[in-house]
């Protein structure tokens, strides 16, 4: 696995957990459509978060936060609304959030949770 890789899923499992102990539970993780990936689906008080994970160990290209631009908005929207079509959570409120994981070697500095990250606006 690629250096890259590895920093992503380390990424992602940190993001997880960092999840679960303020109260979330995860639904799914790694739910893939064919041109797009929610990296974590977690639920707390009735709202269902779509989570984008960006992991760094520097902002040399920027804050990872950064990478999440419009294109990538909208294939996690369009993941968003065939989980929905698939799952039964009609009922609870969505939005879609960025976590910011900055992590150096197998230690983490901090982790960033970015709430109502972007919106559904327009066409998807």
């Known amino acids: 696995?690629?250096?890259q890789k590895?920093?992503?899923?380390?990424?992602?499992?940190?993001?997880?957990?960092?999840?679960?102990?303020?109260g979330y539970t995860i639904v799914a993780r790694n739910f893939r459509i064919r041109?797009?990936?929610?990296?974590?689906v977690a639920k707390r008080d009735g709202t269902l978060a779509f989570v984008e994970v960006k992991a760094r160990s520097n902002i040399r290209h920027?804050?990872?936060?950064?990478?999440?631009?419009?294109?990538?908005?909208?294939?996690?929207?369009?993941a968003?609304?065939?989980?929905?079509?698939?799952?039964n959570f009609s009922d609870c409120a969505c939005r879609f959030d960025v976590i910011e994981v900055f992590a150096y070697g197998e230690r983490v500095e901090e982790i960033h949770h970015i709430e109502n990250a972007f919106e559904v606006t327009g066409e998807v």
């Open 1 to 3: 696995m690629s250096r």
């Open 6 to 22: 590895t920093l992503g899923k380390f990424g992602e499992d940190c993001a997880a957990k960092f999840l679960e102990e303020h």
């Open 35 to 40: 041109s797009a990936e929610i990296d974590i």
């Open 62 to 78: 920027g804050l990872p936060a950064e990478a999440v631009n419009l294109r990538k908005q909208k294939k996690i929207i369009r």
């Open 80 to 87: 968003a609304a065939f989980f929905l079509a698939d799952e």
